[in-house]
């Protein structure tokens, strides 16, 4: 089975391991390679202190990396395709609209406006719930016009609405997992999932252990596919991809899956609990693969 990822922050791990001049083709690509991850964001994540020049930087060296790789392209004429996502736009506070676009010119095809913190354009979930700011609207409508898809995993309740009504097109919510099964600020209520589905978005369930139950509770793969079951019920397998967000490859981070399924050269668990817990291959792949392919193939 072929995977693909709307989240993997693999941007900023380039970045920090400047030294490694080719880690993305002989640290990551055994590992995609052993997990078929076929199609994946490469994210560059930016928590609320860095200035634009800061996200410039960070976006061109993951250009420049995907440029001279063998094995990843964001075209398809490589073993696997990549596009490059932006998580919190912390360093655009003003010339909204003409940042978007460099953003676009750089290959980020999926962004959200804030990671947990509270900038100029949107507001973090974990920090606070307010509407979304007159710059926050010019940059939906930006990235509407331009073609960037548009995710709201993390921003406050109120900042998703706001973005739900602002938005022409669909939303994704790329690594978020189910509020009425774990009550998570990260996680989606019953009112934004309908939304999403209504919206044609997608969600991505993420894996990660503290995003599917209590830190201490040591969730597993089958409190995973829980998740994904639930997802299934109320909107609908079309809407259903993953957003793995590994953090495994962060010193201390190890253990941050599920446990049955400790990082990418595993998740290939997924598809064979899924099948245990019968779903179709059909269903199989549409939540693996396909779903998020095609939607990301409307912007690449
Ligand atoms: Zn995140």
Redesign the pocket.
């Known amino acids: 089975m072929s995977f693909a990822n709307l989240?993997d922050?693999i941007g900023n791990d380039l970045f920090d391991h400047k030294e490694q001049l080719n880690r993305l083709d002989e640290f990551h690509y055994p590992r995609f390679k052993e997990g078929t991850m076929k199609f994946s964001a490469i994210v560059c994540?930016f928590s609320g202190t860095e200035s634009w020049q800061d996200m410039q930087e960070c976006i061109v060296y993951a250009n420049d990396c995907i440029h001279s790789s063998k094995h990843f392209s964001f075209n398809n004429d490589k073993d696997i395709q990549v596009f490059i996502a932006v998580?919190g736009m912390c360093g655009i506070k003003e010339d909204v609209t003409n940042k978007i676009q460099w953003l676009y010119n750089h290959n980020v095809r999926l962004g959200s406006l804030c990671?947990n913190d509270d900038n100029a354009l949107a507001c973090g979930a974990r920090t606070n719930n307010k509407p979304l700011t007159d710059l926050g609207v010019e940059a939906i409508q930006a990235m509407n016009h331009i073609g960037i898809a548009i995710d709201t995993?993390?921003c406050c309740e109120w900042n998703f609405y706001d973005i739900a009504k602002t938005s022409t097109k669909p939303i994704i919510a790329s690594?978020s997992n189910v509020k009425a099964l774990y009550n998570h600020y990260?996680n989606l209520s019953d009112l934004q999932l309908d939304i999403i589905r209504n919206k044609q978005g997608l969600v991505g369930g993420i894996p990660v252990r503290w995003f599917v139950k209590n830190k201490k509770e040591n969730a597993t793969l089958d409190d995973f596919i829980e998740i994904l079951e639930y997802l299934k019920e109320k909107i609908g397998i079309e809407h259903i991809a993953l957003g793995f967000?590994f953090m495994d490859y962060i010193p201390g981070m190890e253990d941050s899956n599920v446990v049955g399924m400790k990082d990418i050269t595993e998740i290939q668990n997924i598809a064979l609990k899924l099948k245990k817990n019968e779903f179709t291959d059909e269903e199989i792949n549409a939540i693996c693969f396909n779903n998020a392919y095609s939607f990301m193939q409307n912007y690449l």
């Open positions: 989240h922050d994540c998580e990671w995993s993390h690594h990260r967000d």
